[in-house]
């Protein structure tokens, strides 16, 4: 949640992704997963304009757990 409250102020970062993917994670935990899969696929569309190589790999593993309930699983897939 801080990741998130502090992009939202000073801007997004490289880190930025992997606040929204584990925010995204949670929210269809608990059930809404339709609402967690619009925060990962925003943290997918952040990793591609400014994520780092070192959070590649946390927000596509944790992205595609989510995917997966919406997606086919070839497009869950996409970013392996």
């Known amino acids: 949640q801080r990741i998130i409250q502090l992009s939202l102020v000073h801007g997004m970062s490289p880190v930025s992704p992997i606040g ?3 925010l995204g994670s949670y ?3 608990f059930g ?13 569309s952040l990793l591609d304009k400014v994520g780092s190589r070192e959070s590649a ?3 596509i ?6 995917v997966a309930y919406v997606e086919p699983v070839q497009a ?5």
Do not use: M, P
């Open 20 to 22: 929204f993917v584990h």
């Open 27 to 29: 929210i269809a935990k």
């Open 32 to 44: 809404d997963i339709s609402g967690g899969y619009h925060y990962v696929k925003l943290a997918r």
């Open 57 to 59: 790999g946390e927000v």
């Open 61 to 66: 593993c944790i992205g595609t757990q989510v």
């Open 76 to 80: 869950a897939l996409e970013y392996h």
